[in-house]
Structures are given as C-alpha cells and as structure tokens.
Nanobody, 127 residues
Framework: QVQLVESGGGLVQPGGSLRLSCAAS????????IGWFRQAPGKEREGVSC????????YYADSVKGRFTISRDNAKNTVYLQMNNVELEDTATYYC????????????????????WGRGTQVTVSS
C-alpha cells in the first residue's frame, strides 16, 4: 500500500527552525518527484517545495525561497523540508505527495497521483 507519512511539525517562534520529514512506505521515493504542500485554516492547499526524481532539481514557492530547503535521503526513503527563519504566515498543516514530476497544481487534487493525502503535520508559528 502506497503511503506517505509526515512528521516533525510543532510549535515554533518566529525566526525559528523546524525540519519536517516525509517517509514513504509501499514504494521507492527516488523514482518519484516529491512535493511539500501546506494548508492554512480557511485557505486552499498550496505548493511549497518540490524535488525532482530525475536530476534532483528543487523548486520553491516565492513565499519560502531562501528560507526553506528540500532534500531527499533515498537510503532512508525519506524527503525532508528544512524550515528556517519561519514566519507567522507559515502556520499550516504540511503534507507531502509523490508525482511523476514536480507539479504544484496537484495541491488541489482530492487524491494525488500516487497514494492519498496523509494526515499531515501541523506547524504553528507563534510568539
């Protein structure tokens, strides 16, 4: 069964850091592009970052460029999102999803191309 499990969220002060993890089971991550998405209360889910499966290219939403870094550890079948200098606007539930290539438009899909949306991990930025 294809499954992605997000973890690492929590409460952090503005300017602080968190590292989110996306662990895969039932399939091999390195054959897929993996994206991070987030949904804030009252807002639609949006793409945050993505790492390709072909050449490791990375993509970021303008709102997180220079602050977030996506990486993958194929040996651990896990993708990470390092969040630095977090802002109040980063408060959201964060999800990861697999795709054939990086495509933020899957944020609006009821079901991503590979496996259902997971439970996500909550990130709350508050002083």
């Amino acid at each position: 069964q294809v499954q992605l499990v997000e973890s690492g969220g929590g409460l952090v002060q503005p300017g602080g850091s968190l590292r989110l993890s996306c662990a895969a089971s039932g399939f091999t991550l390195d054959y897929h592009a993996i994206g991070w998405f987030r949904q804030a209360p009252g807002k639609e889910r949006e793409g945050v970052s993505c790492i390709s499966n072909s050449d490791g290219s990375t993509y970021y939403a303008d709102s997180v460029k220079g602050r977030f870094t996506i990486s993958r550890d194929n040996a651990k079948n896990t993708v990470y999102l390092q969040m630095n200098n977090v802002e109040l606007e980063d408060t959201a539930t964060y999800y990861c999803a697999a795709d054939g290539e990086c495509d933020f438009s899957i944020a609006t899909m009821t079901r991503p191309p590979f496996g259902p949306w997971g439970r996500g991990t909550q990130v709350t930025v508050s002083s």
